[in-house]
């Protein structure tokens, strides 16, 4: 029998520093996401800038096409590896060594079935170079994802949150320079291509040295293969609707219209789409809490989601209106005249973000109350949607009917989550009366903040009109009792019980 211990020295290894506390490790790595969101609005922007509407839709469109191809790579592995590595430590290399092989050969797979169909389309030799090229970001991303599950089967995301700035830092690094120098498009991917090279090389290492683990071919099992796919349906079908879902809108637009309308568009969403790191860093820190009070005490839990739908409604609702009433200023400000006409798609899309945020909150809820079923069909439900209506609307409205579908979308599956988040309440969330007494507060503050920014968005410059609505909109909250110190510190206190 194969020696696992006396060969890879499994059983016995042991991380040369001490493993950081869960805490810690979410620290590490929400931070390394912050610097990367940051770090890619500002790149993104400075793309926008300098290439074009054009040539803007040609990258995204490649980026988007890629993406989509990427979820028959993945198919819910990642989350398997890291189940199992936390269960048996002693079967890492196995486990790693046939999921990475796997991808390899479908991602293979994936490229020669990408070549087939893009080649189908009569696009210019640069579109299909860029997708040629953004096709190895889809390999890489995926590989070093595969590592970065194995430290967090161990517990240990400080890695990873090095590899999120490693990554990020040199694709923007060589993306200014060929910006700056007006080298080629395809140098924007080639950029994309050496950071996911950095990164891979740089998980590799660590788990090499760190850990004492790395992938070895000669441990692959087909009949390991087929268990490991067989387990991960689940995982799988959710990741095909979510990623097909945020996706396809672009692909759709491109093959249905052109790519001025892709660039002008991925303006408008991008801004939108910056913006989620909010609710998603809001509920990875509410996610243990859930999942404990859902075993614990139920009282607690519907405690906690309240709160948090309360929160979040305090924070959207004004980022929403500001955002709609000065989009005119905030696209011409950053993108420039270049691109005016995503203004209006801009409006529409902060029009859903309501829903966009809170949709956050009760999929972590029913994922931590045993109802990730009920996620999966409503994603499939909206993907299902979002597909047909692009087909009907693209045709009609351009860019303008992806931002009206994206928000009609968004709100349907508001609606679906929020029927099954009831059904774990006693008793209907719009029959709690602390719920709607301090939604109607919040939004009696936004319209008198929306009346302030209004009358004086020709006054005073847009960013400090900004920052002066945020502060007149918290100081009418204070001051109706929407809000209190006090309970903020009870609510985060309850979290961290």
């Known amino acids: 029998m194969f020696n696992f211990k006396k060969k890879f020295n499994i059983l016995d290894f042991k991380l040369k520093k001490p493993m950081k506390t869960i805490t810690k490790n979410t620290i590490y790595l929400m931070s390394a996401y912050v610097v990367q969101k940051i770090l890619t609005f500002l790149y993104f922007i400075f793309i926008a800038r300098t290439i074009g509407d054009v040539n803007l839709g040609k990258y995204i469109f490649a980026l988007s096409f890629t993406t989509i191809f990427s979820i028959f790579i993945d198919l819910g592995l990642n989350q398997i590896l890291i189940k199992e590595v936390a269960k048996c430590k002693e079967k890492i290399i196995i486990y790693l060594s046939n999921i990475f092989i796997f991808k390899i050969l479908a991602g293979i797979i994936c490229f020669l079935v990408m070549i087939l ?69 395809y140098v924007l991917i080639i950029a994309l291509i050496l950071g996911g090279l950095s990164n891979f090389l740089f998980a590799l290492i660590t788990l090499r040295k760190k850990a004492l683990i790395s992938p070895k071919i000669i441990l692959f099992d087909k009949k390991m293969i087929f268990w490991l796919l067989k387990i991960t349906i689940p995982f799988a079908f959710a990741i095909i609707f979510s990623r097909i879902l945020g996706y396809s809108d672009v692909v759709l637009l491109k093959i249905l219209t052109d790519d001025k309308s892709v660039g002008l568009y991925s303006v408008a969403f991008k801004l939108t789409f910056a913006l989620q790191f ?47 009433i000065l989009a005119d200023k905030i696209i011409l400000g950053i993108y420039g005249q270049e691109f005016a006409n995503s203004i209006f798609a801009l409006r529409i899309l902060m029009s859903g973000l309501f829903f966009v945020f809170l949709n956050y909150v009760s999929i972590s809820f029913l994922t931590a109350c045993n109802k990730q079923t009920k996620n999966t ?30 928000t009609v979308v968004s709100i349907i599956m508001f609606c679906l989550l929020l029927f099954w988040v009831n059904k774990i309440f006693p008793e209907s969330i719009w029959k709690r009366k602390e719920l709607i007494k301090n939604i109607c507060k919040s939004i009696f503050a936004v319209v008198i903040m929306g009346v302030f920014i209004f009358y004086l968005k020709l006054i005073i410059w847009w960013p400090i009109l900004i920052v002066l609505g945020f502060i007149f909109y918290s100081i009418i909250l204070v001051l109706s009792k929407a809000i209190t110190l006090n309970e903020i510190k009870m609510t985060i206190e309850k979290i961290r019980k």
């Open 278 to 324: 909010i609710p998603a860093t809001f509920v990875a820190a509410l996610y243990p809490a859930f999942s404990n009070y859902f075993i614990s005490s139920k009282e607690r839990l519907i405690y906690i989601f309240e709160k948090a739908f309360i929160y979040l409604t305090f924070i959207v609702l004004p980022i929403s209106i500001i955002t709609i």
């Open 117 to 185: 169909i893009i080649n189908l389309f009569n696009y210019p030799f640069e579109s299909k170079i860029l997708v040629y090229l953004a096709s190895g970001t889809m390999l890489l991303d995926s590989l070093n994802t595969t590592f970065y599950a194995v430290w967090r089967g161990l517990q240990n995301l400080k890695y990873e949150a090095i590899g999120i700035i490693i990554y990020q830092g040199i694709v923007v690094l060589v993306g200014c320079v060929a910006l700056l120098f007006k080298l080629p498009l």
């Open 377 to 406: 069909v409503i994603l499939g439900i909206g993907m299902t949607m979002s597909v047909i209506l692009n087909l009907i609307f693209i045709p009609l409205y351009g860019y303008i009917g992806v931002a009206g579908v994206a």
